[in-house]
Each structure stands twice: as structure tokens, then as C-alpha cells.
């Protein structure tokens, strides 16, 4: 999933820098691509914690999973949301 994640930052990196915009909002625009990344790696980090503390299934420790990966989602939607902000912002 990081890799697929590594892979969309450095294709919208490149249409970031080819944007006709100024370059603050270039520099929003790929702080908004970051945060992804930022919580993907907690994601994972969380992720081999509760594997390393329980082998079994516990509830809570899918519950933990769980949060961690919506967590990733709500992220990406962010990155999302701010990216059609600026388009919508600097449509003309």
C-alpha cells in the first residue's frame, strides 16, 4: 500500500510543479500529498505493535487495525479534498 501511495505522491508531484499556480499553493498542494504518507507509516508502525503483542485474534486488537487504516482513508480524503479546493479555487 506504500509503495501505491509512493507511486500517486511522485505522478501529482510532477503535476503540481507543472501547475499554473503560484508557489505557495504548489507548496500546500504537496503538504496535502504528505500527510498520507505520514499516517501510512503510523498505520504500519501500529500495525506490527499488535502483531508483535498478541498472535491471536482479539478484538481490540483488530479494533486498533481498524482504526489505524480509516485512519490512512481519512487522510487521503483530506489530500483529496484540498487538491479539488485549489482546482475549484483556481479554476478560470
Known sequence: SFKLEIVFFIVFLLIAIFLPYPIWAKILLVASMI????????????????DM????????????KDAAAAAVMVSIFFSA???VGFIIYFWQ
Do not use: C, G
Open 53 to 64: 503483542v498478541t498472535d491471536e485474534y482479539h478484538e481490540l486488537a483488530k479494533y486498533d
Open 81 to 83: 479534498l484540498v487538491w
Open 35 to 50: 500527510v498520507p504518507l505520514i499516517v501510512e507509516l503510523l498505520n504500519s508502525a501500529i500495525e506490527r505493535v499488535v
